[in-house]
């Protein structure tokens, strides 16, 4: 089957770090990305990794193991306004999304 | 900057009513999604589009079906609303993702269909 795995929710203090994990099973591989959605509004691109290791962008980062079937999302120096769901998608054929992380960035 | 735009952002509907969700992209993108989102299941493909007047079907096309008659518009219809299409649908675009090639989507606003 296809599944996409991520945690429901996870809280974070503003300032520190923050990992979040997706693990997938999918019948081919052509990358894999991260969104953010903020309550209520549309899913913005974050990144892409199609290749192994860990792509930095700012204060995001994202790292792939193909072999593993698994991903991290790594937030660094969270702000308040980084409390918004996380959505990890691979593409096989099609897209296809996990359920999504809602993480809540506390004072 | 990329701009998909949905027709509606809050719909309400009746049971058995036709419903007909409009999306435009103004990047001249191929592709053309529509998804429908609910808690606990994340996005789910309905439709998507790689062409004018092509369309294949997602994961989840039952109830539902498509129209893309120009490159920057495509249409989601619910021949017969039920509640159990209540739901955020979200329509998305990319660029055409060739061999070796995978693009990001573009998401709109949403559209929040309550169907009673």
């Known amino acids: 089957g296809q599944n996409i795995d991520q945690p429901t929710e996870m809280t974070a203090t503003e300032g520190a770090i923050v990992q979040i994990n997706c693990t997938y099973q999918t019948s081919g591989f052509n990358g894999l990305f991260w969104y953010q959605q903020h309550a209520g509004e549309a899913p913005t691109f974050l990144s892409y990794n199609v290749l192994d290791g860990l792509e930095e962008k700012g204060r995001f980062s994202s790292f792939l193991s193909r072999s593993k079937g698994y991903s991290y999302l790594l937030l660094k120096e969270l702000q308040m306004k980084d409390s918004a769901s996380y959505l990890c998608?691979?593409?096989?054929?099609?897209?296809?999304f996990g359920a999504g992380t809602r993480l809540t960035v506390k004072p | 900057d990329v701009k998909v735009t949905q027709s509606s952002r809050y719909l309400v509907k009746r049971t058995g009513e036709k419903v007909f969700l409009e999306c435009v992209q103004d990047m001249d993108h191929e592709n053309m999604f529509w998804y429908r989102q609910d808690p606990g299941l994340g996005l789910r493909l309905i439709y998507f589009?790689?062409?004018?007047?092509?369309?294949e079907k997602g994961d989840i096309p039952e109830g539902y079906s498509v129209s893309r008659e120009k490159k920057e518009r495509f249409s989601l219809i619910l021949e017969s609303a039920s509640t159990n299409q209540t739901s955020m649908y979200l329509c998305?675009?990319?660029?055409?993702?060739?061999?070796?090639?995978?693009?990001?989507?573009?998401f709109g606003p949403g559209t929040r269909l309550t169907v009673t």
């Open positions: 998608a691979v593409k096989d054929n099609d897209m296809r």
């Open positions: 589009s790689y062409d004018v007047k092509m369309k």
């Open positions: 998305a675009s990319s660029l055409w993702q060739g061999v070796g090639f995978t693009y990001e989507q573009y």
